[in-house]
């Protein structure tokens, strides 16, 4: 049976949980066709659907590429998860406390959580157990319209974690899992949304800042004075006291 372009998007929705496909990747859509035995339309379609849910974007001339999130669209996405998680948890409260099935539910992700954080050898299952638990969340508290959200949601955080170089325990991250997880079973809402707050903010704050990427980069190291090298040919030595030295380097800094 042909791969549908659902399950095409979803499993790339995955590889981005797992770490595995890092921002700016690029998506052929002919070895992509050949990997999964499917026409190039399928894969096309599948793509289309995750350019309309933020994971990819297109440009004309060079294909498909996972997004590499902007500093303002990391903070977005980070506050938008807050409104919808904190939220929902706010909602079940006022339903009363969650159920046993549910609650079961949980805690075993939980446990396949801390597995994968002891076992340390799986990375990439470690990091979509991290980022599936808020999905699965959603899904216990009943409202699987806004996990489907939130799966997108959680995927681009992911992005911006591997784009900004996320200083973030995994251990961390569990550990808060499992307070938001014995709040809710006390039926204590209130405690279960401040610990999502503090834990979504925490995950936040723990982005490194970077400068976008510079397409001059590696020119200007090749071509930056070697120290104790000699002067270009007719050059004429700058003065101690001249504040903007004849130095290529910084001139080409300076306007980039």
């Known amino acids: 049976m042909s791969i549908s372009a659902s399950e095409i998007s979803a499993r790339i929705i995955e590889a981005v949980m797992a770490r595995k496909l890092a921002p700016g ?75 046993a099935v549910a609650l079961g539910r949980l805690r075993a992700h939980l446990a396949r959580e801390q597995a994968a954080i002891a076992d340390d050898t799986d990375i990439g299952t470690r990091s979509f157990l991290l980022g599936d638990f808020h999905v699965c969340l959603a899904e216990c508290l009943g409202n699987t319209l806004l996990a ?18 996320s200083t973030h325990d995994a251990a961390q991250s569990c550990g808060d899992h499992v307070r938001i997880v014995e709040a809710l079973a006390r039926g204590d809402a209130a405690s279960a949304e401040a610990l999502m707050s503090e834990h979504i903010g925490t995950v936040h704050a723990a982005l490194r800042a970077r400068c976008d990427h510079d397409p001059l980069a590696q020119l200007r190291d090749a071509l930056a004075p070697l120290a104790g090298g000699t002067a270009v040919a007719g050059s004429a030595p700058a003065a101690a006291d001249d504040p903007t030295p004849d130095d290529s380097s910084t001139y080409l800094g300076a306007l980039l």
């Open 148 to 165: 489907d959200t939130l799966r997108d949601f959680t995927a681009r955080t992911t992005l911006i974690a591997m784009r900004y170089q």
């Open 25 to 99: 990747s690029r998506l052929g859509e002919q070895p992509l066709a050949m990997l999964f035995g499917c026409s190039r339309t399928i894969v096309r379609e599948a793509l289309t659907r995750l350019a309309a849910r933020g994971i990819v974007t297109v440009s004309a001339r060079r294909g498909w590429f996972v997004i590499e999130p902007s500093q303002d669209e990391a903070r977005e996405a980070f506050e938008a998860r807050r409104v919808i998680e904190v939220g929902l948890i706010r909602s079940a409260g006022q339903s009363g406390r969650i159920g």
